[in-house]
């Protein structure tokens, strides 16, 4: 997808979007991350894996949200990926934070 980009030069280059990390369970309420990327057409990368992430790309496909999932990556990438994000995002069924 283009907004991860591998490309030498500034380190902390904004790439425009924002980044979910972590396992993809039914608590962390990943889905509203991806109706929000979906409602702002705000890209979001999430990294990680778990028992709703097939269920979540299918989703995230039916109604155009601008969503890459990783899966599982390593800890260089991971770096690389935190170093370009706008900010990091992450949900719990009643709780958002953004961290910038």
Do not use: W
Request: charged share 25%; aromatic share 12%; proline share 4%.
């Amino acid at each position: 997808m283009p907004f991860i980009r591998s490309k030498k030069g500034n380190d902390n280059e904004d790439y425009g979007y924002m980044l979910f990390v972590g396992r993809h369970v039914p608590y962390k309420n990943i889905k509203a991350l991806v109706e929000l990327s979906a409602e702002l057409q705000y890209p979001l990368v999430s990294v990680g894996d778990g028992c709703t992430r097939e269920q979540l790309e299918e989703y995230s496909l039916m109604i155009g949200a601008p969503v890459r999932f990783t899966g599982n990556i390593g800890q260089e990438e991971l770096v690389e990926i935190y170093n370009h994000c706008s900010f990091y995002i992450t949900n719990r069924k009643r709780f958002v934070a953004v961290c910038l």
